[in-house]
């Protein structure tokens, strides 16, 4: 079977519309009970194949908040490809573009 070389998706904003923070979990984040409702504004993150080194590049372009960002494992995007490579254990790398169009900050994650 053929695999794709890359895959672009959306990553929809979306509103709170109720939040409960629970208790924090052991790993540092907290557990959560919500409503969420997606919206119409979407970054989008294009996936694609990579040599095994270096073997997660992030590349980020869009808003001009997007220099803000940062490009190294303090980034989700990076930090969501780094357990999926570990966990699968896929010896190649990712490339990894984001196209900023949801504010961040803005509480539309």
């Keep these: ?6 895959v ?20 540092g984040y907290h557990e ?3 409503v969420m409702q997606c919206v119409d504004l979407a970054d989008t993150v ?11 590049g992030l590349s980020i372009s ?7 960002i940062p490009r190294d494992s303090r980034n989700l995007c990076w ?12 010896s190649e790398g990712v490339r990894i573009n984001l196209v900023k169009r949801i504010p961040s900050g803005a509480g539309l994650g």
């Excluded at 869009?62 to 803000?68: F, L, T």
């Excluded at 930090?79 to 896929?90: C, I, N, P, S, W």
């Design 62 to 68: 869009g808003s001009a908040a997007a220099r803000e």
């Design 79 to 90: 930090q969501a490809a780094d357990l999926f490579l570990r966990e699968t254990g896929v």
């Design 46 to 56: 294009r996936l694609g194949r990579a040599g095994a080194h270096p073997r997660i």
């Design 8 to 27: 672009t998706v959306r990553a929809y904003a979306k509103i709170n519309l109720t939040l409960e923070v629970l208790g924090k979990r052991p790993d």
């Design 1 to 6: 079977m053929k695999h794709p070389r890359s």
């Design 32 to 34: 959560l009970a919500t």
